[in-house]
Every structure is written in structure tokens, then in C-alpha cells.
């Protein structure tokens, strides 16, 4: 069941996270991946600066802010770069 919360997270935070970063949304896969990737960079952050946000909420805005640096660091190495 917990793999089911994952991915519920997943979406949205990554849906939000585009939303923010880029206006549009990823797709379904990518903001999967990039909510995934969101939560682990988002509470790395969370606890280095000791914030603590609990429930389902605190898990979609961690992982949320999370996408969105991952986003800004893969635009700023220059993947993103558009020609």
C-alpha cells in the first residue's frame, strides 16, 4: 500500500513542481519520477534547515519545493537549454 502513496506524492508534487518551475506539467510518468526525486532532495533540504511538516499535505509541499530544485540545478547544468 505504500507503493501507492509513493506514487500518488510522486504525481503531485511533480505536477506542482512543473507548475512552478515552468508553467505546464511533465506528463504523468515524468512527474512521477520527478516528485520521487523531489521528495528525497526536498527533505534532505527540510532537514537541514530542521523543518518538520507532517501528513499528506507535508509530503506533497516537501516533495513539491524538492521538484522545483531539482528542476532550477537540471536547468542551471544546462539541460534545459533551449535552441
Known sequence: MDWIYFLIVGALAGWIG????????SGLFM??????????VGG???DKLDIQIGG??????TAAIG?????????????????
Do not use: E
Not at 18 to 25: D, H, N, P, Q, W
Open 18 to 25: 512543473s507548475l512552478l518551475f515552468k508553467g505546464s506539467g
Open 31 to 40: 512527474n512521477i519520477v520527478l516528485g520521487i526525486l523531489g521528495a528525497i
Open 44 to 46: 534532505w533540504i527540510f
Open 56 to 61: 499528506f499535505s507535508g509530503s506533497v509541499i
Open 67 to 83: 521538484a522545483f530544485v531539482v528542476l532550477w540545478i537540471y536547468r542551471f547544468i544546462g539541460g534545459g537549454r533551449r535552441r
